[in-house]
């Protein structure tokens, strides 16, 4: 018999620099879908003394006004970007969770560009860090090559709020409408901007491309993390996969993994993964348990050659193109020893057709991570 669906919370704690954030993941319940669990997540960071610091939600965009109406009411006034992602709940239910970032210990300032909040920027002892999110370009309509560059223009924008730039990213997320329609443009738009900037010289960031709609009906949202060193006790590298060749090798601009290190934490950062060989192959087509066991494969020996396993994993998404591929998925996290709380499971179409299924999540060493 088929194991019933993970429901309720997970909150993830790491503890770094004389802070602490929380990494909060939220999947509906039977009986009183999402407004429980989000209570209980608002009672504990507000136990905590814990500001948040960016929200995305994975659902049906039916969904969205309802959803966005209960975060505001939990949570209070939105002073944070919130990205929805179409991305449905692989069981049926119109949204797949909620995954929800949060900090204690330092102040936080707020970036908006006029008046929609982008992101927030807080610090610790060893850098100052700024996470991003729902940026989109200003308006839908134009070729979507257009609007990726008006993105990326105002990612930069918030960036500078900040008093960083694209040197200071560790990691990318793209959530691209029809992505199979113009994802091999949106790489030509990231990498002619990369060049120009210079970004690669020392580091790509980590990302993920996955298709997904959003509530402006724009070709993209996108959301990031970043990383200014007060000193050289802190540090970002990009991380190789053992199994698979650089995603660079076939015209993707981005690291398959990054480590950001401080005296006190190490976070090992794996990017949007899926079933292709070390040539970049797709492998297995047409069969969903093979393609997701061969991503597994590769993500165990990106955090093995950084000391860590799937125990140390704090959040999670798993990615299917066809919604009743999702029961492959249980036997992979039992055997792995991932929590199914911490996975957020959705539909959403991968970067080529024959790729069925898609992983990424974050993780980080020694017992910086408590789950609750």
Known sequence: MKAPPASGIDIASVSHGGIVEFFATVLPEPESGLSSPLQRVSERLRDEGAELLEVRVFGTLAAAPVTETELSRTFGPVDWPVTWVEGADCSGGEVAGIQIHAVRGAPVRTLALGDTPVGRVFEDAHARHLVLGNVQPPQAGQDPRAQAAAAFRRMEEALALGDMDLHHVVRTWFFLDDILGWYSGFNATRAALYQARGIGERYLPASTGIG????????????????????????????????????????????????????????????????????????????????????????????????????????????????????????????????????????????????????????????AARGD
């Open 212 to 367: 997904g709609k959003n509530t402006r009906g724009t070709a993209m949202a996108a959301c990031l993390r970043a990383m200014q060193p007060k000193g050289k006790s802190a540090s970002v590298r990009a991380i190789p996969s053992p199994l698979q060749c650089a995603a660079l090798a076939y015209g993707s601009s981005f690291s398959r993994a990054a480590e950001a290190t401080t005296p006190d934490l190490r976070a090992i950062l794996v990017s949007g993964t899926a079933s292709i060989d070390s040539q970049g192959n797709t492998m297995h087509i047409g069969d969903v348990e093979a393609q997701v066991g061969r991503t597994f494969e590769v993500v165990e020996a990106i955090l093995e050659s950084r000391g860590v396993g799937f125990r140390n994993v704090i959040r999670a998404n798993a990615y299917f193109k066809r919604p009743g591929d999702a029961t492959a998925l249980p036997p992979f996290l039992d055997r792995h020893g991932l929590p199914p709380s911490r996975v957020i499971v959705s539909r959403n179409d991968v970067c080529r057709d024959a790729l069925l299924f898609e992983l990424e999540l974050e993780a980080v060493t020694g017992d």
